[in-house]
T-cell receptor, first 108, second 111 residues
Framework: RKEVEQDPGPFNVPEGATVAFNCTYS??????FFWYRQDCRKEPKLLMS?????NEDGRFTAQLNRASQYISLLIRDSKLSDSATYLC?????????WGAGTKLIIKP | SQTIHQWPATLVQPVGSPLSLECTVE??????LYWYRQAAGRGLQLLFY??????ISSEVPQNLSASRPQDRQFILSSKKLLLSDSGFYLC??????????FGQGTRLTVV
């Protein structure tokens, strides 16, 4: 079993729809959690951190479920510009464990 | 503010030639430093990480090596490149359990 697992997709979603990604992790000692966005042929960029209480940034909502060891990302009212690969990251001390990413394609 | 510089942005090298990619971080002290490789359409593969000067941990055995001669400098090297070394190389830094920040990457093509 991989330490961090994501559905690779691609998710093909019409513009304006809501889309949700899940990411599961295997190490219960994981300390912090993040979602990154990576555009084609670019470096990953931090989208948002994921807090135990859940957090929201505009159209994006991230949630953490420690009991079930998964994090989620919800994108509302999706835009064409949301098309990218979304990477889930789990931090254990100095170790960053990356998921392989979920590709999202927003269609007009 | 913290910044990370990675160069060159693109590189075309013949098989068997040496490689040196450099990454420097500004605005922070004693960062954790990472080298990743990403093949086309694939996820990030951790190659090396460093928690301090001279401290290098290798995740994947290969013909690459890394060095950290200064606190904020991380170098990826190879004595002889293979075709399979082609890819997108990314340097990143983090502090403790915080998020990681990436350089703009080096797209290496070995021909």
């Amino acid at each position: 079993r991989k330490e961090v697992e994501q559905d690779p997709g691609p998710f093909n979603v019409p513009e304006g729809a809501t889309v949700a990604f899940n990411c599961t992790y295997s190490n219960s000692a994981s300390q912090s959690f993040f979602w990154y966005r990576q555009d084609c042929r670019k470096e990953p960029k931090l989208l948002m951190s994921v807090y135990s209480s859940g957090n929201e940034d505009g159209r994006f909502t991230a949630q953490l479920n420690r009991a079930s060891q998964y994090i989620s990302l919800l994108i509302r009212d999706s835009k064409l510009s949301d098309s990218a690969t979304y990477l889930c990251v789990v931090n254990i001390a100095y170790q960053l464990i990356w998921g392989a990413g979920t590709k999202l394609i927003i269609k007009p | 503010s913290q910044t990370i510089h990675q160069w060159p942005a693109t590189l075309v090298q013949p098989v068997g030639s040496p490689l040196s990619l450099e990454c420097t971080v500004e605005g922070t002290s004693n960062p954790n430093l990472y080298w990743y490789r990403q093949a086309a359409g694939r996820g990030l593969q951790l190659l090396f990480y460093s928690v301090g000067i001279g401290q290098i941990s290798s995740e994947v055995p290969q013909n690459l090596s890394a060095s950290r001669p200064q606190d904020r400098q991380f170098i990826l090297s190879s004595k002889k490149l293979l075709l399979s070394d082609s890819g997108f190389y990314l340097c990143a830094w983090s502090v403790l359990s915080t998020e990681a920040f990436f350089g703009q990457g080096t797209r290496l093509t070995v021909v």
